[in-house]
C-alpha cells in the first residue's frame, strides 16, 4: 500500500498541475476526490481557489493531515490537462498506484520544448481570419497577419522574464496598435479599425472568463468572482494600450 505521504503528494500534484495550466476550480477539487476514493481514502475536505489549494484527509476519527499548496502562475496547457485528467480516470478506477501516479505527474510537470513556431502561426491567422470577419479586405488580412505573429513573438520571452500578466497585456495592446498604425503608413488603404479589432482576438482572455462563468454557476464564487476580475483587468490593461498609442499617436508622434 502507498504511503499516505506519498498520496498526499499525488493528489496535490495532480490537482496543483490543472489550476496552473487553465483548468476549472471545480475540475481540481472533484480530481483530488476521485483520486482519494481510488486510494481508499475515506475522508477529503479540499477547495480549490485560482492561486492555491487547501486539503485535508482524514485517515482515522484523530488523525488528519492537511496541506496547503500555493499556486504561483497560470497559463494554458489543455494538453497537460487532459494528461492529469486520464492519470485521475486510472487512479480511481484502481489502475495506478499514487507511487505511480506521482511520477507520472511529475513527468507532466518537466519543462517541454515550446513549439513556438506553431504558436506564432496559429496566432497570426487568428487575428488575420478575424480581421476579415470584421469587414477589413485583403490589405488589412495582411497587416493583421504581421502584426498577430509579431505580437505573439515578443509575448513568448516576456512570460519567460516572469513580467506580470496584466502589463504584458498592455505592451500587447500598445504594440498591435502601433504596429497597424505603421501599417497605415506602408499601405494607404489600411482600414485601422478591422486590423486592430482582429490583431487584439489572440490576446482576449476568452479561458478564462468561461471558467468563471462555469464556476459561478457550479456556485464557487469566490473563484468565479476572482476569475472574472482577472478577465476583466486583462481586458482594461489590453484597451489601456491600445488608447495610450492612439492618444500618442494622435498627438504628434506621426
Known amino acids: 500500500m502507498d504511503s499516505i505521504t506519498t498520496t498526499l503528494d499525488a493528489v496535490c500534484l495532480a490537482s496543483q498541475l490543472i489550476l496552473e495550466n487553465g ?17 481508499g481514502i475515506p475522508r477529503v475536505d479540499v477547495m480549490a481557489l485560482p492561486t492555491g489549494l487547501m486539503l485535508t484527509l482524514t485517515l482515522e476519527e484523530d488523525n488528519t493531515l492537511t496541506r496547503l499548496v500555493r499556486v504561483h502562475s497560470r497559463s494554458i496547457d489543455l494538453n497537460r490537462i487532459d ?3 486520464n492519470i485521475s480516470r486510472k487512479v480511481a478506477s484502481g489502475n495506478m498506484t499514487a507511487d ?25 491567422v487568428t487575428a488575420a481570419s478575424f480581421t476579415v470577419m470584421l469587414g477589413g479586405g485583403w490589405t ?12 505573439q513573438w515578443v509575448l513568448t520571452p516576456l512570460g519567460k522574464m516572469k513580467i506580470p500578466p496584466l502589463i504584458s497585456s498592455m505592451i500587447a495592446g500598445a504594440l498591435t496598435t502601433l504596429l497597424a498604425l505603421l501599417g497605415t503608413l506602408i499601405v494607404d488603404s489600411v482600414n ?9 482576438m489572440p490576446l482576449l482572455p476568452g479561458l478564462a472568463t468561461t471558467n468563471a462563468m462555469r464556476d459561478t454557476i457550479r456556485g464557487d464564487l469566490v473563484s468565479g468572482g476572482a476569475r472574472l476580475g482577472e478577465a476583466i483587468l486583462s481586458v482594461m490593461m489590453l484597451a489601456a494600450g491600445i488608447g495610450l498609442t492612439l492618444s500618442m499617436w494622435g498627438g504628434g508622434l506621426r
Open 83 to 85: 494528461e492529469c485528467n
Open 23 to 39: 483548468g476549472e476550480t471545480y475540475r481540481a477539487e472533484e480530481t483530488v476526490e476521485r483520486m482519494c476514493q481510488g486510494l
Open 100 to 124: 505511480e501516479a506521482l511520477k507520472a505527474l511529475r513527468r507532466i510537470k518537466q519543462p517541454r520544448k515550446e513549439k513556438r513556431f506553431l504558436l506564432i502561426a496559429a496566432s497570426a
Open 192 to 200: 485601422i479599425e478591422p486590423v486592430i479589432s482582429g490583431a487584439i
Open 140 to 151: 488589412d488580412f495582411g497587416v493583421s497577419f504581421f502584426c498577430g505573429a509579431l505580437v
